[in-house]
């Protein structure tokens, strides 16, 4: 008992005399903080860990500093199309943070539909881009990928995004993200992106993203879905990106069969992989849950719901049998329908455990050091 206390006794030391010397910077951010740590420990280490052993790690890694200071010296900016805000686009908008952005600057959209192509460049860290719960905003846009670009070439799947993010720390909340180009089956190049995120250390709460085929691109960096709606026929969730989706709704609307995603990894040593938790998964058509795009493609899915639509076999090695048994497609726990097939191919893995624990939870895409509470 005598040692524990002790131990207890440091552990709150530590944590008070951060906390000091944060509010000793802004008194919003002891406050924050707290918030930040309690959302942290009830995410990362409700399944298993105890709330000390938390605390510790947290006292001891810490959430990165650059963003601490982000945090620190926010700033608001209001996007309204009745010129009530400060701006009427969000284009405008962005375009008045100065390059090399260092604080958290919120551009908080008024409801309506944005008919903008938006690029936010890698210098531009630390937005978000904030709507209404009761009534998002929309992000539209049609380009495809084989539709010509200003230099008369087409512009490619990389290019077609309606909104592309190459910076880090970006958040979006109460969004609605579209690409609107219809997908004619048989025809080529009809891909069109809703979202391409590129940067690490992005999260998302409560967006939407609607498109036909490629409707996200989840490129790379560490990310994280929260109650996001993901709607699309074909891969409409791809890309080389390590994250986690979290209590989404997946919703196919192919005609035919088609893959919900196709993760990129090609090679064992690369660290991304797309993990789906508590997820739903409906709409039309016959749908694999992933597709192999690379040999060493890794896609988890725990304790989802899948409806019928879900292929028996689960799973597509998009036709090269090399690639059976160094990808890594496991499920856990799901349920529907279309969960438990017998009929799933022999080198999909049903997960024990030991094996699921690195995956259902935000330790997958190290959400400790930068996920703070939105
Ligand atoms: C998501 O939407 C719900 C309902 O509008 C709201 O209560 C919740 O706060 C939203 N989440 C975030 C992160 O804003
Ligand atoms: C995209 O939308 C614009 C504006 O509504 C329209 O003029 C254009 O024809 C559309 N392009 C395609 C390829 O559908
Ligand atoms: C999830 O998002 C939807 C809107 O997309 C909202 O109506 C709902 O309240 C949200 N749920 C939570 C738990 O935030
Ligand atoms: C699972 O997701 C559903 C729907 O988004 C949500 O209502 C529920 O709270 C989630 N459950 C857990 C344990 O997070
Ligand atoms: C899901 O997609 C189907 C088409 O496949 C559509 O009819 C349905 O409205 C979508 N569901 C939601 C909740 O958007
Ligand atoms: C894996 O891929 C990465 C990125 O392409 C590369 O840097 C690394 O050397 C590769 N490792 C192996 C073992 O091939």
């Not at 200003?150 to 880090?168: E, I, N």
């Not at 180009?181 to 609607?210: D, M, W």
């Not at 799973?315 to 090269?320: A, I, K, L, P």
């Not at 438990?340 to 895409?365: H, K, M, Y």
Request: glycine residues 10%; hydrophobic residues 35%.
């Amino acid at each position: 008992m005598v040692p524990k206390f002790h131990f207890q006794v440091i552990i709150i030391f530590l944590l008070s005399s951060w906390l000091c010397i944060t509010s000793s910077l802004d008194t919003q951010i002891g406050a924050d903080f707290d918030k930040w740590v309690s959302w942290n420990v009830k995410n990362y280490y409700y399944e298993k860990k105890s709330t000390l052993e938390a605390k510790r790690n947290l006292v001891a890694a810490g959430p990165d500093l650059k963003l601490r200071q982000a945090e620190s010296n926010r700033i608001r900016i209001r996007v309204s199309q009745d010129g009530a805000g400060d701006f009427k686009t969000i284009t405008e908008a962005l375009n008045s943070v100065p390059l090399r952005n260092t604080r958290r600057v919120i551009v908080s959209i008024a409801p309506g539909v944005y008919r903008e192509k938006i690029m936010i460049p890698r210098t531009l860290a630390f937005i978000t881009l904030l709507g209404d719960g009761g009534d998002p905003p929309t992000i539209t846009g049609n380009d495809t990928a084989s539709f010509n670009g200003r230099d008369g070439t087409p512009l490619g799947t990389f290019q077609s995004a309606t909104v592309a993010v190459d910076a880090s720390y970006f958040v979006a909340i109460n969004i609605k993200f579209e690409n609107s180009a219809p997908h004619v089956i048989g025809r080529r190049g009809e891909q069109g992106v809703a979202l391409r995120i590129s940067g690490t250390k992005a999260a998302f709460y409560n967006c939407t993203f609607y498109g036909d085929q490629d409707t996200l691109y989840d490129h790379k960096g560490l990310h994280y879905f929260n109650n996001c709606s993901i709607q699309g026929s074909v891969d409409f969730i791809f890309g080389s990106g390590r994250s986690l989706y979290q209590n989404c709704y997946l919703n196919s609307t192919t005609k035919k069969v088609a893959s919900i995603t196709a993760q990129k990894r090609t090679n064992s040593s690369l660290e991304s992989g797309f993990s789906f938790k508590n997820c739903t998964i409906t709409g039309s058509g016959q749908v694999y849950l992933g597709r192999a795009w690379g040999d060493y493609s890794r896609v988890v899915f725990s304790y989802t719901y899948m409806d019928k639509i879900v292929l028996p076999k689960g799973w597509s090695d998009w036709g090269d049998q090399n690639r059976d048994s160094r990808v890594y497609y496991g499920e856990y726990k799901c349920s529907g329908p279309g969960a438990n097939s017998p009929g799933r191919v022999p080198w999909a893995r049903v997960l024990t455990d030991e094996e699921a624990e690195p995956f259902i939870g935000t330790q997958f895409i190290e959400g400790d050091t930068w996920l703070i509470s939105p």
